[in-house]
Antibody
Framework: DVQLLETGGDLIQWGGSLRLSCTASGFTFNTYAMSWVRQALGKGLEWVSS????????YYADSVTGRFTISRDNSKNTMSLQMNKLRDDDTAVYYC????????????WGQGTLVTVSS | DIVMTQSPLSLPVTLGQSASFSCRSS???????????LNWFHQGPGQSPRRLIY???DRDSGVSGRFSGSGSATDFTLEISRVEAEDVGVYYCMQNTRWPITFGQGTRLEI
């Protein structure tokens, strides 16, 4: 089965740091771009960041640029999101998804992990 | 950034009726390879998003034939024929033609 599993969500203080991970299984991980998408409670979907299959190219939403860093370890089929300087508006469920820009990906999503930033 | 605008925001329907969702982009979504990277997702209550349609009109594997996508350039439509109870939730369009990837605000389907 093709699966994505996010871990790392937690309650964290304003200004703190947190690292999310996404573990993939059931497909050739290094051939797909991967992305993070978040959803605040009761709100819509917001793209956060993407990384190419090789890991050489990364992309960020303006709202997280300079604070979040996306990375991947193709030897371990994992993708990570290092989140620093967390703010109240970073509180959301974070989903990892298989896909990037100009591709037919995005058919595989994880179940999400909740990040709550407390002030 | 490309702005994706969905309408209506809420769509009440009766079981067995059809439903139509609109999505408009602020710029053409035609990519240089000739493809239009416009996707439709359904998010049921408490669930992760599930993609239904990609590249405007291609249906994902396992998606009911009741779902169909159409449109071009900046104007797109998702249609559901014979709405069933399991179709409730929010429907999002998403463009991945250009960075940053952007989603519409969603349309809530209510039975």
């Amino acid at each position: 089965d093709v699966q994505l599993l996010e871990t790392g969500g937690d309650l964290i203080q304003w200004g703190g740091s947190l690292r999310l991970s996404c573990t993939a299984s059931g497909f050739t991980f290094n051939t797909y771009a991967m992305s993070w998408v978040r959803q605040a409670l009761g709100k819509g979907l917001e793209w956060v960041s993407s990384i190419s299959g090789s890991g050489n190219s990364t992309y960020y939403a303006d709202s997280v640029t300079g604070r979040f860093t996306i990375s991947r370890d193709n030897s371990k089929n994992t993708m990570s999101l290092q989140m620093n300087k967390l703010r109240d508006d970073d509180t959301a469920v974070y989903y990892c998804a298989r896909g990037g820009a100009y591709s037919s990906g995005w058919s595989v999503w994880g179940q999400g992990t909740l990040v709550t930033v407390s002030s | 950034d490309i702005v994706m605008t969905q309408s209506p925001l809420s769509l009440p329907v009766t079981l067995g009726q059809s439903a139509s969702f609109s999505c408009r982009s602020s710029q053409s979504l035609v990519y240089s390879d000739g493809n239009t990277y416009l996707n439709w997702f359904h998010q049921g209550p408490g669930q992760s998003p599930r993609r239904l349609i990609y590249k405007v009109s291609d249906r994902d594997s396992g998606v009911s034939g009741r779902f169909s996508g159409s449109g071009s350039a900046t104007d797109f439509t998702l249609e559901i024929s014979r709405v069933e109870a399991e179709d409730v939730g929010v429907y999002y369009c998403m463009q991945n033609t250009r960075w940053p990837i952007t989603f519409g605000q969603g349309t809530r389907l209510e039975i």
